[in-house]
């Protein structure tokens, strides 16, 4: 069986199959096409004919960016039978019960397991617990393609670094972490994907090591949060302000500069739940991961609680009280509203009574209202009684307290969730995190 496939790629004799086209799949998918004969395949109808466009859906990518590169698109599963390596980048949520949603990634397996040749490779690039390529992707491919597996067709697995809304870390930019299931696949994927990433290929020795690898890099940074949140939880207690202290702290030459903050987005909100799964799974039970996670998930409700303390010390009616909150993406400078923790803020405003609006220079109206039910606003009022800026988009980064107050009733308060107003606001009431 003649495996060399990186030689191929470049004659072009074959293709390399992108399989989900979203915030990872489409950035690979035309950076592979600057070298190799490329198909983006994705489910969704609507986003295959924006592409076709040179429209990236999710607004990361400029039109330019699909200028001049070897790409075709398509929702058709036939079409994409010519290919030789099929690389999977479909969406790894969790379900309600902060379980491991699998079933995007099982239907792109028997998708890609339908026109499995002998000779091809399968690389999945969606974040995973350790384990799950093997024991859970692996038997969906061989089920559909009644090939075997290390003797007909090879396996890969390859983590993806992307962070959105990021200029400077790109796909290009970030050593990427290779595997392979066995040596000729981690040589040959190697290879390939040495051709797009300028800085470097990290050889991971095992799937399941890449797989780790990953999910730890994201559970890392979530539990370093959720310290951060918990100072902010304590030193709140004794009116110290965490900013100061970690301004302080931040002096010692091995400190990390770690933020408190609300927690969104599907991969560190997220990628922790995949591992305590895994865990559990093995006989462990996850306490300081789990922990961690409990603390960033009640920092939504803990800034709403705050907010109202203090329009209650101002004496102001919860119930006829009105509150801006200002951003409702995950993070800033970015359009994507999925997992947002804002909407914890909202929720938990909206139970106690509180008319709450929402405004954010990014996020699509029409998706918020279907995603959370809350409406975004462009027209801001002038008596706000609380304002709390929940995401640092630069658009907010000039505001200051002459504008707040401008939008605000008597005894304003602003509530700065990132703390990035500290040391500029003088005579409003102020509180961050
Ligand atoms: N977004 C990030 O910043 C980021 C960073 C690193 C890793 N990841 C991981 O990468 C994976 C993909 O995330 P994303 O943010 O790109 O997701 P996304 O939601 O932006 O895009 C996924 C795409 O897959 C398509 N899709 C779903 N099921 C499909 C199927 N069966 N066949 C073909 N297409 C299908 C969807 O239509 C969508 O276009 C996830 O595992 C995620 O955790 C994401």
């Not at 900013?243 to 302080?248: G, N, P, S, T």
């Not at 987005?265 to 591992?275: K, R």
């Amino acid at each position: 069986m003649n495996f060399k496939l990186h030689q191929n790629l470049i004659q072009k004799s074959t293709s390399i199959t992108i399989i989900g086209l979203g915030y990872v799949g489409l950035p690979l998918a035309l950076a592979f096409a600057k070298y190799f004969k490329v198909i983006g395949y994705d489910i969704s109808e609507s986003r295959i004919q924006q592409l076709k466009q040179g429209i990236d859906p999710s607004r990361e990518i400029n039109s330019d960016a699909f200028k001049g590169k070897d790409i075709v698109f398509t929702s058709c599963a036939e079409e994409i039978k010519s290919s030789s390596l099929y690389i999977i980048t479909v969406p790894t949520p969790i379900d309600v019960y902060n379980l491991p949603d699998l079933k995007y990634l099982q239907a792109a397996s028997s998708t890609v397991g339908k026109v499995l040749k002998k000779g091809d490779y399968v690389v999945y690039e969606s974040t995973v617990y350790p384990g799950c390529t093997e024991e859970d992707c692996l038997p969906v491919l061989v089920a559909h393609s009644g090939l075997q597996f290390n003797v007909d067709f090879k396996l890969g697995y390859s983590p993806e670094r992307l962070n959105p809304g990021d200029t400077q870390h790109t796909l290009e930019k970030n050593i990427k972490v290779v595997s392979g299931s066995d040596a000729e696949a981690l040589e040959e994927l190697s290879k390939i994907y040495a051709t797009i990433i300028t800085v470097g290929i990290h050889r991971a020795p095992s799937i399941k090591v890449a797989e780790a690898a990953k999910i730890i890099e994201n559970t890392q940074r979530d539990l370093n949060i959720a310290l951060m949140n918990e100072l902010s939880l304590i030193f709140d207690k004794m009116n110290i302000n965490t900013h100061d202290v970690l301004e302080a702290a931040a002096t010692k030459w091995n400190f990390q500069p770690y933020k408190p903050g609300l927690v969104g987005g599907h991969c560190i909100g997220v990628d922790p739940y995949y591992l305590t799964y895994k865990a559990k799974k093995v006989g462990y039970n996850p306490n300081v991961i789990l922990s961690g996670r409990f603390v960033n998930d009640g920092m939504g409700a803990h800034v709403a609680k705050k907010t109202m303390q203090l329009m209650l010390k101002q004496g102001k009616q919860i119930q006829t009280s009105r509150v801006l909150v200002m951003g409702a993406t995950f993070k800033e400078n970015v359009h994507d509203i999925r997992t947002s923790r804002v909407v914890d803020i909202l929720q938990e405003l909206a139970d106690f009574g509180v008319c709450v609006e929402v405004h954010d220079p990014y996020a699509s109206k029409e998706e918020f209202r279907r995603y959370y039910g809350f409406e975004l606003i462009d027209q801001l009022r002038s008596d706000y009684d609380a304002i709390i800026v929940a995401v640092a988009h630069n658009e907010f980064m000039t505001l200051d307290e002459s504008y707040f107050t401008s939008i605000s009733s008597a005894q304003p308060i602003l509530v700065d969730v990132k703390g990035v107003y500290r040391k500029k606001i003088k005579e409003m009431v102020y509180w961050s995190l």
